[in-house]
């Protein structure tokens, strides 16, 4: 059974870094064409992608964002990574990490997100 | 970055309605759009990806279809578990987008 679940603070102050960790279990982070995606969901609206890894390493950020997130893995540990500097209120969301395959059609590949964790919930207040 | 946009935003349906969501990518994408489902307080869940191929273990009263940058999500009979929120997200080229959502509640 595949799962995936997010850890982290609950509260976080401005001007803070947000670490959060996805733990995954029933695959390996080193598979072929997979990966793990993080994106997040302020109260009430849409979801925002914010990055991707793949098992080759391949990395993908939000562009708004890409001076303040960075993404990494631990194989050995089943662990994605995300960190983000600078917190400001409207970083409150829900975070979700979710496996993302990239699903061959020949001739072409396509990334979609199957598997999802609960979500956390992140505040940013003071 | 590629922008998704959806409508109608939320629509009112009955149970047995035939129900389209329009989703549009600001440039073309081919078929590289995915469709996830979104009921309250839990995860998304993916329905349907390359547009028209639908997930593993998801009813077949969902369809999709579209190429370039009009995409279509169909739902040919609304049953109660279906109403819920519609997300397209496209996966053409990072960083991948997402719409705003089209939330479908009872009539």
């Known amino acids: 059974q595949v799962t995936l679940k997010e850890s982290g603070p609950v509260l976080v102050k401005p001007t803070e870094t947000l670490t959060l960790t996805c733990t995954v279990s029933g695959f390996s982070l080193s598979n072929a064409r997979m990966g793990v995606s993080w994106i997040r969901q302020p109260p009430g609206k849409a979801l925002e992608w914010l990055a991707h890894i793949f098992s080759n390493d391949e990395k993908s950020y939000r562009t708004s964002l890409k001076s303040r997130l960075t993404i990494s893995k631990d194989t050995s540990k089943s662990q994605v990574v995300l960190t983000m500097t600078n917190m400001d209120p409207v970083d409150t969301a829900t975070y979700y990490c979710?496996?993302?395959?990239?699903?061959?059609?020949?001739?072409?590949?396509?990334?979609?997100?199957?598997?999802w964790g609960q979500g956390t919930m992140v505040t940013v207040s003071s | 970055d590629i922008q998704m946009t959806q409508s109608p935003s939320s629509l009112s349906a009955s149970t047995g309605d035939r129900v389209t969501i329009t989703c549009r990518a600001s440039q073309s994408i081919s078929n590289y759009l995915n469709w996830y489902q979104q009921k309250p307080r839990k995860a998304p869940v993916l329905l349907m990806y390359a547009a028209s191929r639908l997930q593993s273990g998801v009813p077949s009263r969902f369809s999709g279809s579209g190429s370039g940058t009009d995409f279509t999500l169909t739902i040919s009979s609304l049953q109660p578990e279906d109403f819920a929120t519609y997300y397209c997200?496209?996966?053409?080229?990072?960083?991948?987008?997402f719409g705003g959502g089209t939330k479908v509640e009872l009539k």
């Open positions: 979710a496996r993302t395959l990239r699903i061959v059609v020949v001739p072409a590949a396509y990334d979609a997100s199957d598997i």
């Open positions: 997200q496209q996966s053409y080229s990072p960083p991948l987008t």
